[in-house]
């Protein structure tokens, strides 16, 4: 044998020998999947928890927008009110004008 064919061989013997010690075989592979298993769990946790989140962020975006559309609402009436007022302030001009003669 070569020194390379001897460090191969003394591996392989190393590999088979921790195999037969914990009786697994194909333990690399489930330990694999195991922690694919891990990692997803994690994953959907995280999306779950952020959903979550993202969910509350709505409610508390609805509430704001509904006291934002209150405040227009109350604006629109103002400046209504607001309309209406100069409107009768200038008829009220008008009158004043018209008895005390000022054109």
Excluded: P
């Excluded at 769990?41 to 927008?65: D, F, P, S």
């Amino acid at each position: 044998m070569e020194d390379g064919d001897v460090k191969l061989d003394a591996s392989l013997r190393k590999d088979s020998s921790k195999n037969r010690r914990t009786g697994d075989h194909g333990s690399s592979k489930r330990e694999k999947s195991s922690g694919n298993r891990v990692a997803v769990r994690k994953y959907r946790e995280r999306k779950k928890a952020q959903n979550a989140y993202l969910e509350e962020e709505v409610k508390k975006l609805r509430v704001h927008n509904r006291v934002l559309i209150r405040k227009l609402q109350l604006q629109a009436a103002l400046e209504a009110e607001a309309v209406r007022l100069r409107s009768l302030l200038m008829t009220l001009k008008a009158q004043i004008g018209s008895e005390l003669g000022v054109s």
